[in-house]
């Protein structure tokens, strides 16, 4: 069986919920650590929507990270990562829609894209209108709607599965620009993204993530290596940046 490759940065929300899965899957893989913004003509004949992540196993060729995981669990049913329960595997797919949806909307593509990438990519200001409204609005409305659904205890059906992982993923890049969740107004919320957090594969992608946070696009590679990062021997992200619009799958 060849080895598995993904095209996507570890800071990517939707890359992570698919690193996840292979990790705990416990699958080989390889990985070319780039943001779309930086995607050449190959990625962009793979990914003609511009975004990450992408999987190739053996040939085929897969986009967005909801088709992806969904595949890793047909291709690898253990462990499982979906509810068996029919309800609830409907269940778990809605709250993975809704935290690519609406979470993200709020926490990546109104907060982290705003005080991150426009700075350190494209090197222009934020727009501190959409940071203030994402803060005190958007972001609120969409966990209060969260909190509702989460247990007082454990995972959201018992064991852990797509809907826990995708979830947490978007509050961790969200952490990169200091958000924080109010645990006092939302402590479902807070106590489920950190007993993700604490997974030792969540853990492990971690210290990638946490290697390459403060370094310019062109330094973050060799930090990977140096770090263990399981990288590709090439990269399709050698263009200038260029925007990609929401949501990076």
């Given at each position: 069986?060849?080895?598995?490759?993904?095209?996507?940065?570890?800071?990517?929300?939707?890359?992570?919920?698919?690193?996840?899965?292979?990790?705990?899957?416990?699958?080989?893989?390889?990985?070319?650590?780039?943001?779309?913004?930086?995607?050449?003509?190959?990625?962009?004949?793979?990914?003609?929507?511009?975004?990450?992540?992408?999987?190739?196993?053996?040939?085929?060729?897969?986009?967005?990270?909801?088709?992806?995981?969904?595949?890793?669990?047909?291709?690898?049913?253990?462990?499982?990562?979906?509810?068996?329960?029919?309800?609830?595997?409907?269940?778990?797919?809605?709250?993975?829609?809704?935290?690519?949806?609406?979470?993200?909307?709020?926490l990546i593509w109104q907060l982290f894209y705003q005080r991150s990438i426009r700075r350190r990519v494209f090197h222009e200001p934020p727009d501190e209108a959409v940071?203030?409204?994402?803060?005190?609005?958007?972001?609120?409305?969409?966990?209060?709607?969260?909190?509702?659904?989460?247990?007082?205890?454990?995972?959201?059906?018992?064991?852990?599965?797509?809907?826990?992982?995708?979830?947490?993923?978007?509050?961790?890049?969200?952490?990169?620009?200091?958000?924080?969740?109010?645990?006092?107004?939302?402590?479902?919320?807070?106590?489920?993204?950190?007993?993700?957090?604490?997974?030792?594969?969540?853990?492990?992608?971690?210290?990638?993530?946490?290697?390459?946070?403060?370094?310019?696009?062109?330094?973050?590679?060799?930090?990977?290596?140096?770090?263990?990062?399981?990288?590709?021997?090439?990269?399709?992200?050698?263009?200038?940046?260029?925007?990609?619009?929401?949501?990076?799958?």
């Amino acid at each position: 069986m060849s080895r598995l490759k993904v095209i996507g940065s570890y800071l990517s929300p939707y890359v992570r919920k698919v690193l996840a899965f292979l990790e705990l899957k416990e699958l080989d893989y390889e990985i070319d650590p780039m943001p779309p913004f930086v995607g050449n003509a190959d990625f962009a004949r793979l990914s003609p929507l511009r975004r990450v992540p992408v999987l190739i196993d053996d040939g085929l060729v897969l986009n967005d990270s909801s088709v992806i995981c969904q595949y890793l669990e047909d291709r690898h049913p253990t462990p499982s990562l979906y509810p068996r329960d029919i309800a609830d595997r409907a269940r778990a797919r809605w709250l993975e829609e809704y935290a690519d949806t609406r979470l993200a909307d709020g926490l990546i593509w109104q907060l982290f894209y705003q005080r991150s990438i426009r700075r350190r990519v494209f090197h222009e200001p934020p727009d501190e209108a959409v940071v203030t409204q994402a803060l005190e609005v958007e972001i609120p409305a969409a966990i209060d709607y969260l909190e509702t659904q989460l247990p007082d205890d454990g995972f959201i059906f018992g064991a852990l599965s797509i809907a826990d992982l995708g979830i947490a993923s978007y509050f961790r890049t969200a952490s990169f620009v200091r958000y924080e969740i109010d645990a006092a107004r939302w402590p479902h919320t807070a106590a489920l993204v950190a007993r993700v957090q604490a997974l030792p594969a969540l853990q492990k992608l971690a210290r990638y993530e946490d290697c390459t946070l403060r370094l310019p696009l062109a330094e973050q590679r060799a930090a990977l290596l140096a770090t263990g990062a399981p990288l590709t021997s090439d990269t399709m992200g050698t263009c200038a940046p260029r925007p990609v619009l929401p949501r990076s799958s």
